[in-house]
């Protein structure tokens, strides 16, 4: 994820206030009152506040906090399952608030789908019809229904499993249903509540890994509710963190954990195993200087002399690693007159996207004790994580 991603959703001064006096309320807290103020002056309960925030195309973007911070009623506005009392949410050029019923109900199927905690399917369809319901109200042909719902399916990991009925399933694979059913009906945004919370914590964290997966392959624009501060730090790219209906903050699962934005969130957040979430980004320093394909041993050579190295990382015109060379076989080329390096790469070098958890990076030090290359999707070298940067986060990750 990047900050060039596009913008799918801008969420702009939204507040729900629950009660039949929304302006008293609204009022009392523009005068600086808290929610627990205005509940007891007026019996209305500020469910949300002055919340602000864009959610990023391809993005799957965690909203947590704990029971009553908001986060149910946050997703449930943006669909307008619940209306807002204030506020804008544009999708694509479109203020849902404002829409009427029809428009309205034409914006939910383009863009909404909607996985929910107690998994929703019909018992008395088979795994096919229920991940073809969406489509099937809709109207659409059935051949083409009973195609889509199949692909949808397959992606979750169900394939063979139509004819069995939800009874015959467990509750990871029923959920998987209901994934399938969202993913078939094609829409924009996926909006998961809870979804997740209903299972055993073995088969949690499978469907997690699964989600991660899943978003990795098709970029689904992903909105994802849990109390669960673990399993927000496991899969979100970012987290936005409520509390008595206002956002706290709003980062990277690195940021809530590093920078915390006050004593509410470093509270929060005691406890999590830091070097799970620390990546090698943070980790990673500056490349002091490559070799290029075609640099011959000697020049390569002079490149680890003058930057004070043992080994050097080889790449291409587009700067994709292609390997690594030692100094010692730069050495003994150059003396034997040999005039290109290519053969004197070692392929057998550890790597790492810049994403990966620093937990998983000191076993990963060889005996050869060459430093991790950082890379990014297409190969290219983004930097270099060495032993002693790994253990001094480590350390850090330990005394936060």
């Known amino acids: ?186 829409a924009s945004v996926l909006l998961m509540d809870e979804a997740f919370s209903a299972l055993d914590p073995l088969i949690r964290r499978d469907m997690q890994q699964e989600l991660i997966e899943l978003q990795h392959r098709m970029k689904k624009t992903t909105i994802f509710i849990t109390h669960d501060l673990d399993e927000a730090l496991n899969i979100g790219d970012r987290i936005i963190l409520l509390r008595d209906g206002e956002i706290v903050q709003i980062g990277t699962p690195e940021e809530i954990l590093t920078r915390p934005a006050d004593d509410y969130v470093a509270r929060f957040t005691e406890g999590v195993d830091r070097s799970r979430v620390v990546t090698a980004r943070r980790a990673m320093r500056p490349v002091r200087s490559t070799a290029r394909s075609e640099d011959g041993p000697r020049t390569a050579l002079r490149k680890m002399v003058e930057h004070s190295l043992d080994s050097i990382y080889v790449v291409d015109s587009e700067r994709k690693l292609l390997g690594i060379v030692e100094a010692e076989k730069a050495d003994e080329a150059a003396k034997a007159g040999k005039d290109s390096i290519m053969e004197l790469i070692d392929k057998d070098f550890p790597s790492v996207g810049p994403d990966e958890p620093l937990s998983t990076l000191y076993s990963m030090f060889s005996a050869k004790s060459y430093p991790i290359a950082v890379i990014d999707e297409d190969s290219r070298l983004l930097g270099v994580v060495v032993k002693g940067a790994v253990l001094e986060q480590l350390a850090e990750a330990g005394d936060a």
Not at 46 to 65: A, C, K, P, T, Y
Not at 97 to 102: D, G, I, R, V, Y
Request: glycine residues 10%.
């Open 1 to 186: 994820m990047t900050d060039t991603q596009q913008t799918k959703i801008q969420v702009r001064n939204l507040s729900k206030v629950f009660g039949d006096d929304t302006r008293k309320a609204l009022k009392l807290r523009d005068e600086g009152l808290n929610r627990a103020q205005i509940l007891e002056k007026t019996g209305q309960t500020l469910g949300l506040s002055n919340i602000n925030f864009d959610v990023r195309e391809g993005e799957l973007l965690v909203i947590m906090g704990l029971s009553g911070s908001g986060k149910s009623t946050l997703i449930r506005c943006l669909n307008r399952l619940i209306d807002p009392s204030e506020g804008d949410i544009i999708i694509e050029g479109e203020n849902i608030p404002q829409l009427n019923e029809k428009a309205l109900l034409q914006c939910r199927r383009r863009h909404f789908s909607m996985v929910f905690q107690n998994f929703a399917l019909f018992p008395h369809r088979t795994v096919q019809l229920n991940a073809e319901y969406g489509l099937e109200i809709r109207g659409i042909d059935k051949a083409k229904r009973a195609e889509t719902a199949k692909n949808a399916l397959k992606q979750v990991g169900l394939e063979g499993w139509e004819d069995a009925y939800p009874s015959q399933l467990s509750g990871g694979m029923q959920q998987r249903v209901g994934l399938a059913r969202a993913l078939a009906n094609d």
